[in-house]
């Protein structure tokens, strides 16, 4: 049995979907013409905060939460289909396969951030704490 690489997978994902420089993000977000999703585990926002404004969609449910069939749906996170949705994760892998995942599904306008939240601090997005509850 051949089992592909993470790395494979993370390659011919790159090869197939929309990727955007952190400061494009940034302009888009700014334009408010853009969703962006932070699919990193809870763990990380807490220790390292997040975009502010950004939704938080952990990787494991993303699949659901974007299936209009699914009881996990999220309709009310997408308001506005005619923004972009950009995903983005610690530093751009689990965003790249997450992003060609949903266009898999049949998501046409999603990307996700090169480089992730790493690349996006350096880059003046407004970044805020997120508390445990």
């Not at 011919?12 to 993000?25: C, D, F, G, S, V």
């Not at 013409?33 to 990787?59: C, F, K, Q, Y």
Request: some cysteine; overall charge positive.
């Amino acid at each position: 049995m051949t089992i592909k690489s993470s790395k494979t997978l993370v390659d011919e994902a790159m090869r197939e979907i929309k990727t955007y420089n952190p400061q494009e993000t940034k302009e888009l977000y700014d334009k408010k013409n853009s969703i962006l999703i932070d699919i990193r585990d809870i763990r990380e926002i807490w220790n390292e905060g997040t975009v502010e404004g950004a939704l938080h969609m952990p990787r494991g449910m993303l699949e659901f939460w974007f299936d209009p069939s699914s009881p996990y749906f999220k309709k009310e996170k997408f308001d506005d289909s005619s923004k972009n949705i950009i995903l983005f994760c610690a530093g751009g892998l689990r965003s790249a396969l997450a992003t060609k995942t949903l266009n898999d599904m049949g998501y046409k306008n999603v990307g996700h951030v090169e480089g992730g939240f790493s690349a996006m601090k350096l880059t003046g997005f407004n970044i805020v704490k997120k508390d445990k509850k």
